[in-house]
Each structure stands twice: as C-alpha cells, then as structure tokens.
Nanobody, 123 residues
Framework: QVQLVESGVGLVQPGGSLRLSCAAS????????IGWFRQAPGKEREGVSC????????SYADSVKGRFTISRDNAKNTIYLQMNSLKPEDTAVYYC????????????????WGNGTLVTVSS
C-alpha cells in the first residue's frame, strides 16, 4: 500500500523555523509532483507549495513566498518543507500529497495523501 508519512510536529515561537519531511513508501516520489497543503482550525485546506517531478520547478502560495522552501531528496525518497520566519497564522495541520501529473501548474489533482502533522506557532 502506497504511503506518505509526514514528520516534524512542533511548537515553534513566532519568527522560528521548522523543517517538515514527507517520506514515501512503496512508490518512488521523483515520478510525481509533490505538494504541501495545510488546514488551519475552522478554515479550508489550502495549497502551500509544490515541486515538479519533471524539472524540479517549485511554486508557492503568496502567503509563504520568501519564507518557505520545498525541496526533494530522491536518494532518500523524501520531500522537505523548510519553514522560516514562522507566524502564528502558519499554525495548521500540514499535509503532503503526490500527483501522477508530474507538473504543479495548473494545480493537479492529488492521488495520495499523508495523514498530516501539526505545526503550532505560538509564544
């Protein structure tokens, strides 16, 4: 069974940093576009970032541009989301997801989802 597992649960102070990981089992991540999404309490899920399979191009939501960086390590079959200058409004459950459509633009439907990991930004 295909699995995506996020890690990096954390309580971080405003202005702090955290790196989330998304590890895949039973499939190879570099054949998929990978997206990070988040859902804050009482809000709809939103896309945060995405990385192409084909050329490694990345895209970001305006709210995180310049603060978050998505990257992939194909040798480890893992995708990362480095989050810097965190704000309280970044508090959410973060999910990674994989799409067989290997490009992020236009936003593709996601075929596989992780269970999510909670990030809390608070002093």
């Amino acid at each position: 069974q295909v699995q995506l597992v996020e890690s990096g649960v954390g309580l971080v102070q405003p202005g702090g940093s955290l790196r989330l990981s998304c590890a895949a089992s039973r499939f190879t991540l570099d054949y998929y576009a990978i997206g990070w999404f988040r859902q804050a309490p009482g809000k709809e899920r939103e896309g945060v970032s995405c990385i192409n399979s084909s050329d490694g191009s990345t895209s970001y939501a305006d709210s995180v541009k310049g603060r978050f960086t998505i990257s992939r390590d194909n040798a480890k079959n893992t995708i990362y989301l480095q989050m810097n200058s965190l704000k309280p409004e970044d508090t959410a459950v973060y999910y990674c997801a994989a799409s067989v459509f290997r490009r992020c633009v236009p936003p593709p439907p996601m075929n596989y989802w992780g269970n999510g990991t909670l990030v809390t930004v608070s002093s």
